[in-house]
């Protein structure tokens, strides 16, 4: 393995994460997927190639109205493909794409400042993925050597365009959306139990809304039928009749006849009182806030809670979908496809969906595409003699008609058809598809998001599709990614190397920048990095909540708050914090660190490495590239990495899309040094009970379900 440098400009930054991917700039005007657009500089001039550096050196950007930074991509290539590339010096001219993984490639900023606002941008673009990902311990701020990069001119060789590898780019873009897809879909997928029971939910709320909307808000003999019907369906009593005689009509007019007879069960009850509730006007009343409304849905959100953790994951050992050299090779193990469905699958993966014609927003191209595999099911069901008397011919003609304004009554189950049909009439947004799929009544979303994941591309997957992964545990996404790099490339998951001496002080790792100023650490020890790099924001709200405690116990504090700034900044809550403190001759006028400071501020050291120890005793292990159990700090404010990427917390606010940005709003405006501090919060408490509360009153409550978790974690409860 060899590493190379990248010089780039942030503006790149997304383009990079959409596909995970750097190619020559030629290729992006030509290719059929993701952003058509790069930003040439100077140090990669080629129009053919992109110049690989043997060495991170500085470079400047010119003055723009665009957020426009100097950024290096770090890449680990293997031997034989470095071997294989034009060479001028020690530069190496790449003509192919080089396809990045957090294992292999990492992302260097020269400033603080200019990484955050790259992924503050990258939060606004729906097709970066996975940028939180790398952000862990990919996404860096170094301090580059003296040195600048040469301007080539035009010393470099000519290097022709390589078309082969465009195209390449092309099926590999499917192929990672193919495989994404089928993965993510499985994740999505339920079971009848739970999918009859939201069903049955929504419906309520359907006829509650109406009702709600109706001018005497009362319901209408159909509507007060349909919901006894499905109250009923819900209660003990009605799968204790079903018990015993098997039968649903039979069981609703028992239900009825106990009704004539008086008979009063809780859940009518309940139906009496939501009805009632609906009545209620106040002078903001709305869906979101009567309370009859916020009971079913509060139902529907336990019902979706319960489903996200019952999912399960496919095995990668003995994977169910396999891929090689860019054709979808077998699929084992579906309740889709089997025997000529299976084929039939195969050659619409292999020899349609690939096409560049079917790319992107589905409703644009869903006639072409249905004419392209009905064509393609007559040619493979004739191979069999199977083509006049089968169900495909029905079934996908049908659709075509559909699609162009016709009826379409059709059994929906879980099978190839109803994928297909799903994904081409509601697949231009995956939740839409899935919402579509549940009130079908079907399962198994394997299949449909294959389809969905192909046409689209992995570059065009918007990423609260892609985030369902982190749903995993680290250890599993780790083997989905080796493995699929393996059945996409044909090789092994490239994995950066350790490296020590004078090679790891190339590059070295700057301090947090602390009310913006920026302080260097220069070091030639890597390992007295620390793991998790906090933010800007994340040091000095860190800071600010501890030296607010120390003041109230010390007042006298306060006088040298600037050298608690400076040393906690360089150290955080550390036993080196104390010793600057201690060995600092200016502070406290002279006399030294009091004895009441040095007391507090090792308390809080040893209360941090007791917690330290918990957590490893807890997990055995410490969290790896990958692992979605970031350690919290035990503060709401400061835990923005932890709750972004904890499984647990992303579960039960993953419902809502933008969740993740409400977050990021929410403590940036409780610091007072960001930009988008809020007045609002100015002067308001900041302890985590605070906190917690306000944050579950956000935006009329909608993240109350996460209530028990942020109780739990903050409060100790």
């Given at each position: 393995m060899k590493r190379y440098y990248i010089p780039t400009s942030s503006l790149n930054f997304n383009n990079i994460l959409s596909s995970e991917s750097i190619s020559p700039y030629a290729f992006y005007e030509r290719r059929t997927f993701g952003y058509h657009r790069w930003t040439k500089t100077p140090e990669n001039p080629n129009d053919n190639a992109t110049v690989l550096y043997p060495a991170l050196k500085n470079f400047i950007r010119p003055t723009s109205d665009l957020e426009d930074h100097p950024m290096v991509i770090e890449v680990w290539l293997p031997d034989k493909e470095v071997d294989a590339m034009t060479a001028h010096g020690e530069l190496r001219l790449c003509d192919h794409t080089i396809y990045l993984t957090p294992f292999s490639s990492k992302f260097i900023f020269f400033k603080q400042a200019d990484k955050d606002i790259a992924l503050s941008l990258s939060a606004s673009s729906i097709e970066t993925k996975y940028a939180d990902l790398y952000s862990r311990s990919r996404i860096i701020v170094a301090q580059p050597s003296d040195q600048e990069y040469e301007n080539l001119g035009n010393l470099l060789p000519d290097v022709p365009l390589n078309n082969n590898a465009i195209t390449f780019d092309t099926a590999i873009n499917k192929m990672k959306g193919l495989l994404f897809g089928f993965y993510i879909g499985h994740l999505l997928s339920t079971d009848d139990v739970s999918i009859r029971k939201i069903n049955k939910y929504r419906k309520v709320r359907d006829i509650f809304a109406a009702i709600l909307s109706s001018i005497d808000r009362e319901p209408t003999p159909v509507q007060m039928e349909t919901l006894r019907e499905i109250f009923s369906s819900i209660s003990p009593l009605y799968h204790d009749f079903m018990d015993e005689v098997k039968d649903k009509n039979i069981v609703l007019r028992l239900i009825n006849i106990l009704r004539k007879r008086l008979y009063s069960?809780?859940?009518?009850?309940?139906?009496?009182?939501?009805?009632?509730?609906?009545?209620?006007?106040?002078?903001?009343?709305?869906?979101?806030?009567?309370?009859?409304?916020?009971?079913?849905?509060?139902?529907?959100?336990?019902?979706?809670?319960?489903?996200r953790q019952k999912a399960t994951v496919l095995s990668v050992e003995n994977p169910q979908i396999i891929v090689g050299q860019c054709k979808l090779i077998d699929v084992k193990d579906t309740i889709y496809v089997n025997g000529v469905d299976k084929q039939l699958f195969i050659s619409w993966v292999n020899d349609i969906f690939t096409s560049s014609n079917y790319n992107g927003k589905i409703s644009t191209f869903n006639a072409d595409l249905s004419d392209e595999i009905t064509r393609?099911?007559?040619?493979?069901?004739?191979?069999?003699?199977?083509?006049?008397?089968?169900?495909?011919?029905?079934?996908?003609?049908?659709?075509?008609?559909?699609?162009?304004?016709s009826e379409f009554e059709y059994s929906w189950s879980n099978d190839l058809y109803s994928a297909i049909a799903a994904v081409l009439t509601n697949g231009d947004d995956w939740q839409k598809l899935l919402l579509f799929m549940q009130g079908k009544g079907m399962t198994d979303y394997s299949i449909p998001f294959a389809i969905y994941g192909e046409l689209n591309g992995f570059a065009g997957l918007p990423r609260d599709f892609t985030d369902n992964m982190f749903l995993c545990?680290?250890?599993?996404?780790?083997?989905?990614?080796?493995?699929?790099?393996?059945?996409?490339?044909?090789?092994?998951?490239?994995?950066?190397?350790?490296?020590?001496?004078?090679?790891?002080?190339?590059?070295?790792?700057?301090?947090?920048?602390?009310?913006g100023n920026e302080k260097n650490i220069q070091t030639s020890d890597t390992s007295q990095i620390q793991e998790n790099e906090k933010s800007s924001m994340q040091q000095n709200m860190e800071f600010e909540v501890f030296f607010e405690e120390l003041t109230k116990k010390l007042k006298s504090a306060q006088t040298d708050k600037k050298l608690y700034e400076q040393y906690f900044n360089q150290f955080g809550m550390t036993e080196q914090f104390l010793d600057a403190l201690i060995e600092d001759k200016n502070i406290n006028k002279g006399k030294g660190i009091h004895a009441g400071a040095r007391k507090f501020i090792e308390s809080k050291i040893k209360s941090k490495d007791k917690e330290k120890k918990l957590r490893i005793s807890k997990n055995s292990k410490q969290a790896e590239l990958f692992d979605n159990i970031v350690p919290s700090s035990g503060v709401f404010?400061?835990?923005?990495?932890?709750?972004?990427?904890?499984?647990?917390?992303?579960?039960?606010?993953?419902?809502?899309?933008?969740?993740?940005?409400?977050?990021?709003?929410?403590?940036?405006?409780?610091?007072?040094?960001?930009?988008?501090?809020?007045?609002?919060?100015?002067?308001?408490?900041?302890?985590?009970?605070?906190?917690v509360d306000q944050f579950l009153r956000l935006k009329k409550g909608r993240y109350a379900n996460a209530k028990d978790f942020l109780v739990k974690v903050y409060l100790n409860k």
């Open positions: 069960s809780p859940l009518d009850n309940n139906l009496e009182d939501l009805l009632n509730g609906l009545k209620k006007k106040n002078h903001n009343d709305t869906d979101h806030t009567n309370p009859s409304m916020e009971w079913i849905n509060d139902k529907i959100t336990s019902v979706n809670k319960e489903m393609k099911a007559k040619e493979v069901f004739s191979n069999v003699g199977q083509w006049d008397e089968s169900k495909a011919k029905v079934i996908l003609n049908n659709l075509r008609r559909h699609i162009r304004g545990n680290g250890k599993y996404l780790e083997s989905v990614y080796e493995e699929f790099y393996g059945e996409l490339f044909d090789k092994k998951l490239p994995r950066e190397e350790k490296v020590c001496g004078k090679e790891a002080s190339n590059a070295i790792v700057k301090s947090h920048v602390l009310s404010l400061l835990d923005f990495e932890f709750l972004s990427t904890n499984s647990e917390f992303r579960s039960i606010v993953g419902i809502i899309p933008e969740w993740q940005s409400d977050l990021k709003w929410f403590i940036e405006s409780h610091n007072p040094n960001h930009k988008d501090y809020s007045k609002y919060y100015a002067q308001k408490p900041t302890d985590n009970g605070t906190i």
